[in-house]
């Protein structure tokens, strides 16, 4: 190559480099200047259903997005497709390039959370492009299954078998029943896909088996990576990492309602709030070792010899956090992560926290930070008020001591925290006054009225406003129709942790 031919590429690439960074940055400030309260209560904040076990919720935009996805596909599918051959060929094609993504597996990962995918984000993805590649791969093998019958072959019908099997497995009402036997299974046949796949694409070569080993590239690429993390988080000088469990009870002697797990890290890492790991405790049952669930880190500190020590809280509830404390108190566990992305809370006057039930678990660690930023004056909020919804009075013992550490740290008293109690409460333990508003955390035993309470945060100082919310499906949708419904701009975000998906 010429000397002035290297020159003038070099030189346009630095060009086009340049160019480049402008225009993303003038699209950036016109997207920003686009994302007005319109767009964020018409679109981003309304659901279109509510999430169930096994799924995620759906917003307007989600549901905007996943159908041009899937339009999209389908246009892919019929342009320029003659006949049935063409679209036997086109379907092939487009199933195994959607099957590209698929290769990163179907959780949080390093490179999923290098991107900044949230939890309920990436799953959402997962199961959609999942959904349209395993039945354009279904729409291949039946078109496949009309040639005659020399040209079929044991390794297309292993294909097709292995296809069907994981799109029958995955239909929402099967996870809902066995959700944990479906994780397995799901891996299991997503293995099989694999294998018939290489075996089906190796006798065509070409572009088609590039395709494939580029995807299996991938899926290496991202599991030495997550090996190789996973050693250094728990193995140190020949030791693994230890978890005390901490029942916690109902009152009056009643069954467990949730477990405290308190983790000595080998290796200290960089925590922020919001983040969450994948807990798996090999002597919870006789597949603990290949369970691994996410849970909320809702706190962290240092041991009684300066170790770093993080705590998760789980709700008894079925599967693997109802059988937590068959384990020992003192037990071996793989903790996997952290993962998640943080919230920019600080930056906001106003801040209203709202939990409902173990929700609390994942908006403890906001609500220390904010606090900690604002001693150290790195945060502009000027009152950051806490909702908590409790299912029972006894609830409030999963968190006392943090609560009351919590309120030391708060030296310039800008924390309000209110807890709503059910009714119901009140008649049991004989209240003579529905509300105790005499020291925090204050307590309220009667329904929440979250319009009146968001309208009544909004106006109680000046400046902009957050809401930041998690909890059950219903509470969170409650929480959204009220921020909707209010006249004012105030920015809604949701946790990245779903804790009724945890099981």
């Known amino acids: 190559m010429q000397l002035t031919v290297a020159y003038a590429i070099s030189v346009a690439a630095v060009v086009g480099a340049f160019t480049l960074y402008r225009v993303g940055t003038v699209i ?68 195994l390039i959607n099957m590209m993504p698929m290769f990163l597996g179907g959780r949080t990962n390093l490179f999923a959370d290098l991107l900044g995918l949230r939890l309920d984000h990436y799953g959402t993805l997962h199961r959609w492009i999942g959904r349209v590649c395993v039945l354009q791969g279904i729409l291949h093998g039946s078109i496949t299954f009309f040639r005659p019958k020399s040209d079929r072959n044991y390794k297309e019908y292993l294909l097709f078998s292995a296809l069907l099997a994981v ?22 046949l997503a293995v099989v896909v694999l294998g018939s796949l290489w075996l089906h694409l190796r006798s065509r070569g070409s572009i088609y088996t590039l395709y494939f080993l580029v995807g299996s590239a991938i899926w290496l690429l991202s599991f030495f990576g997550w090996a190789i993390l996973l050693m250094y988080r728990n193995v140190r000088r020949g030791h693994s990492t230890q978890v005390a469990i901490k029942e916690l009870y109902d009152r009056n002697d009643g069954p467990i309602t949730a477990a405290r797990i308190s983790i000595t890290l080998k290796r200290p890492w960089k925590f922020l709030p919001g983040q969450y790991v994948y807990l798996t405790i090999p002597s919870v049952g006789y597949l603990g070792l290949l369970q691994a669930h996410p849970y909320a880190v809702c706190w962290w500190g240092e041991g009684s010899f300066g170790e770093p020590i993080v ?26 992560g952290p993962y998640g992305t943080m919230h920019n809370l600080e930056g906001y006057d106003k801040i209203l926290i709202c939990a409902d039930g173990i929700g609390i678990a994942a908006q403890l660690s906001y609500i220390r930070y904010i606090l900690e930023c604002h001693n150290l004056q790195t945060a502009r909020v000027r009152r950051l008020s806490v909702v908590w919804q409790l299912e029972k009075e006894s609830h409030w013992d999963w968190v006392r001591e943090y609560i009351e550490e919590i309120l030391s740290k708060d030296i310039l008293k800008i924390l309000n925290i209110y807890f709503y109690m059910p009714p119901q409460s009140m008649e049991e333990n004989n209240k003579r006054n529905s509300d105790q508003l005499i020291k925090q955390p204050y307590t309220i035993y009667r329904n929440l009225d979250m319009k009146e309470l968001v309208a009544r945060e909004d106006a109680s100082e000046a400046g902009n406003m957050i809401v930041s919310v998690c909890g059950t499906p219903s509470f969170e949708k409650y929480v959204r129709d009220s921020v909707r419904s209010n006249s004012r701009d105030i920015r809604l975000v949701n946790s990245c942790f779903q804790p009724d998906e945890v099981f």
Request: proline residues 2%.
């Open 28 to 95: 950036a400030r016109v997207v920003r200047m686009l994302r007005t309260v319109f767009i964020l209560k018409h679109l981003c904040y309304p659901v279109l259903w509510r999430r169930r076990s096994g799924s995620t919720d759906m917003t307007r935009l989600q549901g905007i997005l996943t159908a041009l996805f899937i339009a999209a596909n389908i246009l892919c599918s019929l342009i320029g497709v003659r006949n049935v051959s063409d679209l036997n060929r086109r379907s092939g094609i487009l199933s």
């Open 167 to 188: 799109f029958i497995s995955s239909l929402l009402f099967i996870r809902r029943l066995v959700f944990e036997l479906f994780l397995k299974v799901h891996l299991t």
């Open 311 to 336: 705590v998760l809280l789980a709700q008894a509830r079925r599967g693997f956090s109802r059988r937590l404390p068959l384990a020992q108190a003192s037990a071996t566990a793989i903790i996997d």
